[in-house]
């Protein structure tokens, strides 16, 4: 039986990565283990609401659910839409109210960070990326879906954005878990959560899932992300390690 669980807040900031991680490595808050699951809801909320997802992207946009559009800092609007194309016979470009009529579905998956911290059970909401993907055809050339996300970063080896590639066999796998996520919670994305719409692999690292999604290239290759262009440390490939798993990776290895 639980008696009492202590929970130290991080400061009310908007810390970095490496500021995180350095809270993280105190072990006095429970994320990443069982007990996470045993606080009160309020208790989870207000931990998950410290917990800021700090991005590259510089912040000049938001999104408006109920309509449906990008605005922008300077206050200008346009209807969001997901672009589909690379090697494909004809690209797509669908509205967010069209990934809204795509078949719904609810998974609820651990979330590994590259830092080595881990948050259970989060609850999303989203599409297959076999629904989606049926919107366009795709060339049996193509091997990879590469992400590509709104809004500027600093520029790193050639890019402007935030890109990243995932393997078609894993999103095309029911048994990954994959999906493009809308929701979060039973709720539209934020912003602070890659709102309109995010990738999500819960069997690699974080830093593959990317946020604020506007397009997806189908390639024959794997695209160098914005992580591992800025340090190769970070991998094309970033499977979770096996002793961070409480289900096992389909993929074996």
């Given amino acids: 039986m639980l008696e009492e669980v202590a929970v130290r807040f991080p400061p009310n900031t908007d810390s970095k990565r490496r500021s995180l991680l350095k809270f993280l490595a105190g072990g006095a808050v429970v994320i990443g283990t069982g007990l996470w699951n045993l606080l009160p809801a309020c208790a989870r909320q207000a931990i998950a609401s410290r917990f800021r997802t700090n991005t590259v992207e510089k912040k000049n946009f938001r999104f408006d659910p109920a309509r449906g559009e990008i605005v922008w800092k300077d206050g200008r609007r346009e209807p969001y839409r997901l672009v589909l194309d690379g090697l494909v016979e004809t690209p797509a470009s669908l509205t967010y109210a069209q990934l809204r009529a795509l078949p719904q579905l609810q998974r609820t998956i651990d979330f590994h960070c590259v830092e080595g911290w881990s948050v259970e059970n989060v609850p999303w909401g989203g599409v297959a990326y076999r629904d989606l993907?049926?919107?366009?055809?795709?060339?049996?050339?193509?091997?990879?879906?590469?992400?590509?996300?709104?809004?500027?970063?600093?520029?790193?080896?050639?890019?402007?954005h935030y890109v990243e590639s995932l393997p078609l066999r894993d999103l095309m796998n029911p048994a990954m878990n994959t999906l493009l996520a809308l929701d979060m919670d039973?709720?539209?994305?934020?912003?602070?959560?890659?709102?309109?719409?995010?990738?999500?692999?819960?069997?690699?690292?974080?830093?593959?899932?990317?946020?604020?999604?506007?397009?997806?290239?189908?390639?024959?290759?794997?695209?160098?992300?914005?992580?591992?262009?800025?340090?190769?440390?970070y991998g094309v490939y970033a499977p979770v390690e096996k002793s961070r798993l409480r289900t096992p990776d389909p993929r074996g290895g």
């Fill in 133 to 160: 993907f049926a919107k366009v055809k795709i060339s049996p050339q193509a091997k990879y879906a590469v992400f590509h996300a709104l809004g500027q970063t600093e520029s790193l080896g050639g890019l402007t």
């Fill in 186 to 233: 039973g709720a539209p994305l934020t912003d602070e959560r890659g709102a309109p719409a995010r990738a999500v692999s819960p069997f690699d690292l974080g830093y593959k899932g990317c946020k604020f999604v506007t397009r997806v290239e189908f390639t024959a290759e794997p695209t160098l992300g914005w992580w591992t262009r800025a340090n190769p440390i």
